[in-house]
């Protein structure tokens, strides 16, 4: 009797693979690895010896690993960093520690020491006494003297201004006037109208999502040609164009993981002893 967990799967079958061989990339690409190893997990549920989801879970694995491996390096930098006094920094390596899924209750407990202090600080800072803030107070002569003298000040300057201007004026322009205000003609053709150039149409933010996705997709970054996909909204006119450029984009993940399954079981079964 055949063993139903080695049987090939039907089209039924076949058709869901590949959905959750897909949606896991998403996941993937969007750095949610766990969510990923879940797909590809119910992959192996359906056939237990599909090459290609075994490929995609080790290699998730590996990036989650990474991943926890850079959180808890921040995590150790912010304590240092904490320690030596630099709350500003501390902070900024705490945040970008929680942002790679670092252990929440490290990092928001230091981040809730941070907060604190910087709560006490503010309460502690000395407030200057009103006595201070108050200007001394002086008698009434000797402010309007101060007034009379400042005005004269001000007069004596404003008239050397223009004393010395009127004498850099004559030196300069021997004409007088004549040269700074010409007498116009009366008569003749009027200047013709300038007419301003018509501004050039500029692109939506959505075509230039779109745009830049394609570039990317040709330039062979998949991962960024995906991104750029993501900011256009649903419901744009070109929501369609975008996801056929998703579709072609995610086609060729498919087939670039693929191909590198393919070749880590020929690795394998090459380098594998024979029975």
Same mark, same amino acid.
């Given at each position: 009797?055949?063993?139903?967990?080695?049987?090939?799967?039907?089209?039924? &079958?076949?058709? !869901?693979?590949?959905?959750?061989?897909?949606?896991?990339?998403?996941?993937?690409?969007?750095?949610?690895?766990?969510?990923?190893?879940? @797909?590809?997990?119910?992959?192996?549920?359906?056939?237990?010896?599909?090459? !290609?989801?075994?490929?995609?879970?080790?290699?998730?694995? *590996?990036?989650? #690993?990474?991943?926890?491996?850079?959180?808890?390096?921040?995590?150790?930098? +912010?304590?240092? #960093?904490? &320690?030596?006094?630099?709350?500003? $920094?501390?902070?900024?390596?705490?945040?970008?520690?929680?942002?790679?899924?670092?252990?929440?209750?490290?990092?928001?407990?230091?981040?809730?020491?941070?907060?604190?202090?910087?709560?006490?600080?503010?309460?502690?800072?000395?407030?200057?006494?009103?006595?201070? $803030?108050?200007?001394? $107070?002086?008698?009434?002569?000797?402010?309007?003297?101060? !007034?009379?003298?400042?005005?004269?000040?001000?007069?004596?300057?404003?008239?050397?201004?223009?004393?010395?201007?009127?004498?850099?004026?004559?030196?300069?322009?021997?004409?007088?006037?004549?040269?700074?205000?010409?007498?116009?003609?009366?008569? +003749?053709?009027?200047?013709?109208?300038?007419?301003?150039?018509?501004?050039?149409? @500029?692109?939506?933010?959505?075509?230039?999502?779109?745009?830049?996705?394609?570039?990317?997709?040709? +330039?062979?970054?998949?991962?960024?040609?995906?991104?750029?996909?993501?900011?256009?909204?649903? +419901?744009?006119?070109?929501?369609?164009?975008?996801?056929?450029?998703?579709?072609?984009?995610?086609?060729?993940?498919?087939?670039?993981?693929?191909?590198?399954? *393919?070749?880590?079981?020929?690795?394998?079964?090459?380098?594998?002893?024979?029975?």
């Amino acid at each position: 009797m055949a063993d139903p967990l080695k049987a090939q799967p039907g089209a039924d &079958d076949e058709a !869901r693979i590949e959905n959750l061989l897909v949606t896991g990339l998403d996941h993937y690409f969007a750095g949610e690895f766990e969510q990923a190893i879940n @797909l590809w997990t119910r992959v192996l549920f359906l056939d237990r010896n599909h090459d !290609r989801a075994r490929a995609y879970i080790d290699r998730a694995r *590996s990036a989650q #690993a990474e991943q926890q491996r850079i959180s808890e390096a921040l995590v150790h930098e +912010g304590l240092d #960093a904490f &320690d030596k006094g630099e709350v500003v $920094r501390a902070r900024a390596l705490l945040s970008d520690a929680l942002d790679q899924g670092a252990s929440h209750d490290v990092a928001l407990g230091v981040l809730g020491r941070i907060d604190r202090l910087d709560a006490g600080t503010r309460a502690a800072s000395p407030v200057a006494p009103a006595a201070r $803030r108050r200007a001394p $107070r002086t008698s009434p002569l000797a402010e309007a003297n101060l !007034r009379r003298g400042t005005i004269a000040m001000w007069w004596i300057t404003a008239a050397a201004i223009v004393i010395v201007g009127a004498i850099a004026f004559v030196l300069v322009t021997p004409n007088g006037l004549a040269d700074w205000f010409p007498a116009q003609a009366t008569t +003749g053709a009027p200047s013709a109208l300038v007419t301003p150039p018509t501004p050039l149409p @500029l692109p939506s933010p959505t075509e230039a999502y779109v745009t830049q996705a394609r570039a990317l997709f040709a +330039g062979g970054k998949l991962r960024d040609a995906l991104r750029a996909l993501d900011r256009v909204p649903a +419901g744009d006119a070109l929501r369609p164009d975008a996801d056929r450029l998703r579709a072609d984009i995610q086609r060729e993940l498919l087939a670039v993981a693929g191909a590198e399954a *393919s070749s880590a079981s020929s690795t394998a079964a090459q380098g594998s002893p024979p029975r």
